[in-house]
């Protein structure tokens, strides 16, 4: 490694007299318009899409567990039953009135429609069609009570009882979270106020899952702004296919405002002297130092606001021996976010 510095620092410091006299060997990128944004960081906490804890509605006994801790299931899919056969029977007690009592019906209306019987009876009989199907559903209500069933699709968590456990109202049997996507709440300086809106996109990371990005959008922000802290509360939605984000995490957000085209170069270009930035640009094999005004920037990018056009080829590297107008010999042209060193183990001469 020490080799190579030594043979990089040569490269860069001694011209070639073979290309030209005095000409200082550089490498060079050119100038490329790409998308910029400004980034505001914020801290936030994740949320399950939904989530909710599992109890019951009755007191009873449990007869069946058909769930596993952890195991996806369906809206609607059973996960605990308790003794039903009452109910069970009630119900199939409460469905054969009722087809009795809509059998009643139905002969009465045809009699009635014939003027074989008056039109009183057969509202008599439409009255006790209707106390059947209530008594059917009542039936059916206290028969649900006792199946426990998914209100939506997730992922239950740990099991809080077991075969045989009496329950009643309000006892935890699991819980039940939705985690695709996954909500992340956060606050901002309420400054911000009129850049935060519905689908301002954010990158969110977590010591957790260290070295994964997550990308998302700004889904709603608070109505309300913090009277202690003057700041306001967004909530984004995050893509969660794989489950790796799970609720109760601390997450560092980036939101990215401000979405746009800009000029943009390697930081390495720039030659700071003052408040003001240089870079040089290559026209006509030879230096030429230029002001430049910076913008935003991003690790290893700076945005440029003037005094240089996409296209134009700047000096990165070579620097620090270069002067105005001195002639140069591009020795490799770096592309933008390839590191030095990969640029040297290649190295090809730019005509």
Do not use: C, W
Not at 67 to 84: I, K, N, P
């Amino acid at each position: 490694m020490r080799l190579f510095r030594f043979v990089l620092a040569a490269a860069l410091a001694f011209p070639v007299h073979a290309f030209a006299e005095n000409a200082q060997n550089v490498i060079v990128v050119r100038a490329i318009t790409d998308r910029f944004v400004d980034r505001i960081e914020a801290l936030g906490t994740s949320f399950s899409n939904e989530s909710v804890v599992i109890t019951a509605n009755v007191a009873d006994r449990v007869t069946e567990i058909q769930f596993e801790d952890g195991q996806t299931v369906e809206e609607g899919q059973l996960l605990v039953g308790m003794r039903r056969e009452e109910q069970r029977a009630a119900l199939a007690a409460a469905e054969a009135v009722l087809a009795e009592r809509r059998t009643a019906y139905e002969r009465s209306r045809e009699l009635e429609r014939r003027q074989f019987t008056a039109t009183a009876q057969l509202e008599e009989r439409l009255a006790a069609l209707r106390e059947a199907e209530a008594n059917r559903d009542a039936a059916a209500a206290r028969l649900a009570d006792r199946e426990i069933r998914a209100p939506f699709s997730g992922i239950v968590g740990l099991r809080q009882i077991s075969l045989g456990t009496l329950v009643t109202p309000g006892d935890r049997i699991t819980t039940l979270d939705d985690l695709d996507p996954i909500k992340l709440d956060f606050t901002v300086p309420a400054a911000y106020l009129s850049t935060i809106a519905p689908g301002l996109e954010i990158v969110a990371t977590t010591t957790a899952l260290s070295g994964r990005e997550f990308r998302g959008q700004v889904h709603s922000v608070s109505t309300q702004v913090d009277r202690v802290t003057r700041s306001i509360t967004a909530r984004a939605l995050i893509g969660n296919p794989d489950h790796a984000l799970r609720p109760g995490l601390l997450m560092t957000v980036q939101l990215m405002k401000n979405p746009r085209q800009a000029v943009v170069i390697p930081e390495e270009a720039l030659v700071p002297s003052g408040a003001s930035n240089f870079v040089f640009v290559v026209e006509d094999g030879r230096a030429v130092r230029r002001e430049v005004k910076t913008g935003a920037r991003r690790p290893g990018d700076v945005e440029i606001l003037s005094g240089l056009d996409e296209g134009e080829v700047v000096v990165t590297h070579g620097t620090m021996r270069l002067r105005d107008g001195q002639p140069v010999n591009i020795i490799e042209e770096q592309k933008h976010g390839q590191a030095i060193g990969a640029v040297m183990e290649d190295t090809v001469v730019v005509q």
